[in-house]
């Protein structure tokens, strides 16, 4: 898997230096009850053709179960960000809160489809605040119970402008508490400058039953 990994972040780099990002996800989480589950979520990324690291969050989500198909998702990130401006080369704070929920439109053995609909407000640190609203649809399969592959494509809307994100990925369920995988994303920024991602993904699952 890291010799896939490897090579998938050479060729990306060969959209241009500029282009060329990743993004290393963990997280950890925890069954707080039968329909209730508490996600605490780390995040950072880098960019410039992997060589500059500008972007850290964390922070707690929690999912809720109101029906078999139905999850409400509540959460809150802190982050930390450097932007590319010259204006702008310190680095600033942010502060996201979001709620929405998830649709489980497709729910078979081998095959899901899931439908989350969010709405996030961001509170800048010094100032600049806003909402965003985003829709996504994910497709979600398993092999032998162990390969996890999976694609995504999302819309958002923020300050009057329109984006899209697309991205396909596998996972590998390590044992009964530990996922690890890697994959790809596109993302259209509001300035319409393309990014091209290699996402690396590490889930903890601690007390995970079969």
Sequence with gaps: MLRVALLLSL???????????????????????????????????TRDAYREFFQLRFGPILNYNVHKRVTLIGGYYFIEQRFPSPRK????????????????????KR??????????????????DYTRVRTRASLGTSFKRVWLPLTSFELLRAQDRFTVRAGAGINR????????????EMRQYP????????????????????
């Design 11 to 45: 060729s990306l780099g060969a959209f241009g230096q500029h282009d060329a990002e990743s993004m290393h996800i963990n997280n950890t989480e925890f069954a707080v009850s039968k329909k209730a589950m508490l996600q605490v979520h780390t995040r950072f990324r």
């Design 89 to 108: 080369r310190q680095w600033e704070d942010f502060n996201r809160y979001f709620g929405g929920a998830s649709v489980r439109l497709v729910d078979r």
């Design 111 to 128: 095959l899901t489809l899931d439908w989350r609909n969010v709405i996030e407000r961001f509170h800048t640190v010094p100032g600049g």
């Design 173 to 184: 369920r390590i044992n009964r508490e530990i996922v690890a995988g890697f994959g790809y």
């Design 191 to 210: 300035n319409r400058s393309i990014g091209h991602i290699v996402v690396s993904n590490f889930i903890y699952q601690p007390g995970r039953k079969e």
